[in-house]
């Protein structure tokens, strides 16, 4: 998977196009074996999309929720579990650079996710709990000075 040209000196829905693209080689085996669509996460890292939502000076590009949404269509013609998996770790970016702001710890780590093209996921959902947020399953098990948290989600 071998994108070849700049980053820099294009749009993000030509970035994002040519994640669709590689992300569509590969989506029906995503969908036939219920799996990650690595590819087409490799190849929106690849792009540098993943924290183009964070300001400029912690390595973002400052996109707007309208562009953010105009590149998960575009995934989203691709690949449907690519188009997913970016939005629902947009929606993490979104919430943590909400408290990014004059946090040192929060703005290190948002560039830290810039530099590193890092998946920003949540484990909100629980297996067993009919969908219910507010419910759970799992609890924190005890054992000296260790704490243990198993959660199927």
């Known amino acids: 998977m071998n ?71 575009i995934l989203g013609q691709a690949c449907a579990s690519t188009a997913m998996t970016f939005a629902m770790h947009q929606i993490q970016i979104a919430s943590l650079a909400d408290y990014a702001v004059g946090s040192a710890w929060h703005e290190a780590f948002l560039k830290q996710i810039c530099d590193e093209q890092l998946l920003i996921a949540s484990a909100t959902s629980e297996a067993g709990i009919g969908g219910n947020l507010r419910n759970s399953i799992c609890a924190v098990d005890l054992d000296g000075e260790t704490a243990r948290l198993e959660k199927n989600a």
């Open 3 to 73: 994108i070849a040209g700049p980053v820099s000196a294009m749009t993000l829905a030509e970035r994002a196009r040519r994640a669709a693209k590689v992300a569509a080689e590969f989506a029906d085996r995503v969908d036939a074996e219920g799996r990650f669509p690595r590819e087409g996460m490799e190849a929106l890292k690849t792009e540098r999309l993943m924290g183009v939502m964070i300001r400029p000076e912690l390595g973002g590009e400052a996109a707007s929720m309208t562009e953010i949404a105009d590149l998960c269509a």
